[in-house]
DNA sequence: CTTAAAATATACAAAACAAGTATATTTTAA
DNA sequence: TTAAAATATACTTGTTTTGTATATTTTAAG
């Protein structure tokens, strides 16, 4: 039902090496987003396979994004992660054919349809670069707030 | 990830009631929805503890709608089966405090609720009544592009 | 008033999935 | 040559979903 942990990580160890803007190694990266680091690893693998962060082996190793955070998309990590973008349902899936009770005519799978797609579309629509932007006026408004 | 089967069955049990218009016992409503009678009972119990649907007990027992298709929300059954509506992330549902690693100040969690009220909306919005509707027209355009 | 067909309550079990861990190996800067 | 890093692969644990079983209660009908 929920987003799992796994994108959730994934989501912040992208957010983390924008941020960051410079390389670094899977230890830092695993203590600041508060992941073990094992399971860090494992996803950071996940995210270098799909291209979106670059790894290097040896001392001075680390990892580091692979383009600019304006050409990284929420959807982008979802993807690597999940292996596809979003779905509402399981009936969404491939080789599904779940008409159960329908009789090949299923009024639900069209509805799941269309709010997959708009949930595709506005994790698409969201690069780390806006996270960034978003989290400094974020920050102001909280410190505004505060005096 | 995905909607549970439960409220997947969920919904397609009280759209089956919906379109009998008509007291149904579970053995029957189990066989045309193609779910276990057992699962489909669990299920009806949590939708008449909800007071979507009226129970009956003995011989000319079952199940009928509690009120008019046009009253029922998709939502409501989602809040039925999961005990609330639709959340995209586990850290918007209560006392999950994550702000791992984002200093309590979490952008990721701003867009999740935005996607989930989005969602939930949508839910709310889609009556049973205009499910029925939706699957007349579907039919109809069916068999108007089989000819 | 008995009976059989129905729902209900409660507990249990199995399967699937998510989350996390361990070990051995490879790579590379110093 | 060495130590710090990533990688590959497999394994374990925990949680959630899904489904099942048993005993009980209710009720229409004969």
Redesign the interface.
């Known amino acids: ?5 796994e994108i ?1 990580y994934a ?2 160890i992208v ?2 090496l924008a941020k960051a803007e410079r390389r670094m190694d899977a230890a830092s990266i695993s203590t ?4 073990s680091l094992r399971f860090a690893l494992k996803i950071m693998g996940k995210l270098a396979g799909a291209g979106l962060i670059n790894s290097y082996k040896g001392i001075k190793g680390g990892y580091e994004l692979a383009c600019p955070p304006d050409q990284i998309t ?1 959807r982008q990590v979802m993807e690597a992660v ?1 292996g596809r973008g ?6 969404l899936c491939e080789g599904s054919d779940c008409n ?3 009789s090949g ?1 299923c ?2 799978q ?3 349809q ?2 997959t797609d ?2 595709n579309q ?1 994790l698409e629509s ?1 690069t780390f670069a806006q ?1 960034l932007e ?2 400094k006026q ?2 102001e408004e ?1 410190s505004a707030g505060a005096i």
């Not at 600041?32 to 992941?35: A, T």
């Not at 979003?86 to 009936?91: E, I, L, M, N, V």
């Open positions: 039902m929920y987003l799992t942990q959730d989501m912040r957010f983390c600041e987003m508060c992941v929420l999940e979003y779905a509402f349902s399981r009936c159960r009770g329908m005519c009024v639900f069209q509805l799941w269309g709010i708009e949930v506005q969201v996270m978003r989290e974020r920050r909280l």
